[in-house]
């Protein structure tokens, strides 16, 4: 999976890895040519007494130095900036990927699992991919180079080499064998530490209200524990390594210099000779030690790349047909995105009517469906509210609009079309949304607002707030629009982290308007000047709610009421009075506390 992952990544990148593959041939040359040189030297220079022939073979020493240099710096700032754009590649595939994953896929993997992907394994193959460019590529070439050259000072002596390599290549073998599973191992153990990690973080209020502070820290401290003894394992093998190497590298220079001062006493080898052979040896034992220290950090790069691959292999459920024309191109009959003008009540607009036609959903592996069997239709114009019990799949229903989540059977239309055929951006283009957990981004209060109509101007943002009711406490703040928000809104309270979401709504012109317990966290007045504000604007759209508040839905033009994901019945107010006694068990006991002084 690794070289398949690092061949796809750098055939964009040919000419920059033929480069650093030539520099680092020439810089490995030039390690091979200085042995050879320093021999003549010693031989036919310092023992003959010969200066000239040590100033002249000194000059080109210098010479291959200055090259071996040039191209040394050369592959190592073409390897780097290959192995960043690598880096840079791959983050933005996972990225886009998960942007296009339903919900339910990216639950498949886990949020703390994604961010852990789209870092720490992005930096691990990162990381090995400058370790191939500024060793991989002139281990062999030294070793083949080293080995050659070595034969040729003395071929008896090259029997150490014969010796040597298998049982480097022996200790090689046994530790990557041992590193693969321990890093396989780590890699999950940081997704489990990033997951505790995050959930305290978030839920620190909770675990400080619950008086679970000990509890909490016992529980990473465990996570913490794990993780620790898996890089402590791993770390004494690595670090292990290079203590065994050295024994046997010490060992073979001892048996060089042993057997090569015997030949030098009988007059068979020279002492230049023997210099140069000793360099030979010790550079053919690098290059062996560079392939085992690229080798040793393969496991967890390879470990890396079949988790990002994993992620890059899922087939979005929610992946519709190519959009045809300029992703920013607008469906013919729909609206564009932009800021609803206060004369959007007087628009004609046909293209929002919503059609359920026998939709079932269930979850992959889940023992009954969410939803069973949903049949309805609401007309542009027309406000449709959905009430039931918790886990009675309210945002279910509203999340297959958008293809957030994609029905199990049955058709979906909005428009007369069945959602799973229009290009998703389009669809959700046609669909403004205000979620049932209200989110915000770090950022600005604008630039919250603009993720809806990027080219909103002030006034246009002003006129969402007012119709949110949250023109007044948005002014009262030091910096207005520009006032800074946290990640998630913290700092506003629920009340108007919702009324920020549902003014980001209003800026773009949408057929549909899907508002998912939107109203929860205002008081009943707030609520009540809301609503007054939005429905001029919503005249003309499809509007879909889901509610609590029997008072809040009793206007509606249709309201369903689910029940353990079947509709159970639909009809106005009045009607489901007479005809629900789930609804009406539910409407008066809702309405006889809203009487109680």
Not at 242 to 251: A, C, E, F, R, S
Request: aromatic share 6%.
């Amino acid at each position: 999976m690794l070289i398949r992952l690092m061949l796809r990544l750098l055939g964009e990148h040919r000419a920059a890895v033929w480069a650093i593959i030539m520099l680092q041939v020439l810089q490995t040359a030039g390690n091979l040519l200085l042995p050879t040189l320093n021999a003549s030297i010693i031989d036919d220079g310092i023992l003959a007494n010969q200066p000239g022939v040590i100033l002249g073979l000194g000059g080109w020493m210098l010479i291959i130095t200055a090259v071996q240099a040039a191209a040394a710096l050369g592959a190592g700032y073409l390897g780097a900036g290959v192995a960043m754009k690598i880096g840079h590649r791959l983050r933005r595939e996972l990225f886009d990927q998960v942007q296009a994953m339903s919900s339910q896929e990216i639950g498949t993997f886990g949020t703390p699992s994604l961010v852990t992907r789209a870092t720490n394994d992005v930096q691990q193959i990162q990381t090995f991919a400058v370790l191939v460019f500024t060793m991989l590529a002139a281990a062999p070439v030294m070793g083949i180079g080293g080995i050659i050259l070595a034969v040729q000072q003395n071929a008896v002596l090259s029997s150490v080499v014969i010796v040597i390599v298998p049982v480097l290549v022996l200790i090689m073998y046994l530790i990557v064998r041992r590193l693969i599973p321990l890093y396989r191992q780590g890699q999950a153990l940081i997704d489990g530490i990033t997951r505790i990690l995050r959930e305290q973080i978030i839920g620190a209020n909770v675990i400080r209200g619950f008086v679970r502070q000990k509890h909490e820290v016992a529980r990473f401290a465990e996570a913490n524990r794990l993780l620790t003894r898996n890089n402590l394992q791993s770390a004494l093998l690595v670090a292990g390594m290079l203590p065994m190497i050295m024994i046997v590298v010490n060992l073979s220079s001892v048996a060089v210099v042993w057997f090569g001062g015997h030949l030098i006493s009988s007059g068979a080898m020279e002492v230049g000779a023997l210099t140069a052979f000793i360099a030979y040896i010790l550079q053919i034992l690098l290059a062996i030690m560079m392939a085992m220290y690229v080798f040793s950090t393969a496991p967890r790069a390879a470990v890396c790349a079949e988790r990002i691959q994993d992620v890059l292999d899922v087939t979005p459920a929610v992946a519709g047909p190519a959009a045809a024309g300029p992703a920013g191109a607008r469906l013919a009959g729909t609206a564009p995105v932009r800021i609803r003008p206060a004369t959007a009540a007087s628009e004609t607009r046909g293209g929002g009517g919503v059609e359920f036609s026998h939709v079932w959903f269930a979850y992959p592996g889940a023992e009954s469906p969410v939803l069973a069997d949903i049949s309805f239709s609401a007309l542009p114009g027309t406000t449709t509210a959905i009430i039931g019990a918790t886990g009675s799949g309210k945002t279910t229903l509203l999340n297959l609009l958008p293809r957030f989540l994609n029905a199990t059977s049955g058709e979906v239309r909005l428009g007369g079309a069945d959602v799973r055929t229009l290009p998703a951006d389009r669809l959700r283009q046609r669909i403004s949304a205000v979620p049932q957990h209200s989110y915000l981004f770090s950022g600005t209060l604008a630039s919250n607002l603009r993720m809806a109509a990027p080219e909103a101007t002030d006034d246009e943002l002003w006129h969402a707030l007012r119709l949110a009711q949250a023109e007044e406490f948005v002014r009262k703040l030091p910096d207005g629009l520009q006032s800074a928000v946290a990640q998630g809104g913290a700092g506003l309270s629920g009340g108007q982290r919702q009324r920020i979401c549902i003014a980001r709504a209003m800026l773009r012109a949408a057929d549909l308007y899907l508002f998912d317990d939107s109203f929860s966290a205002l008081d009943y007045a707030t609520e009540a000047a809301v609503r007054q504000a939005l429905a001029p604007a919503l005249e003309s759209a499809t509007v879909l709610m889901v509610a609590e508040r029997i008072p809040a839905i009793m206007g509606a033009d249709r309201i369903l009421v689910l029940e353990e994901g079947r509709l159970v019945a639909q009809g106005t107010h009045a009607e489901l009075l007479g005809s629900s006694s789930t609804y009406r068990e539910t409407a008066e006991s809702q309405l006889a506390l809203d009487e109680q002084p």
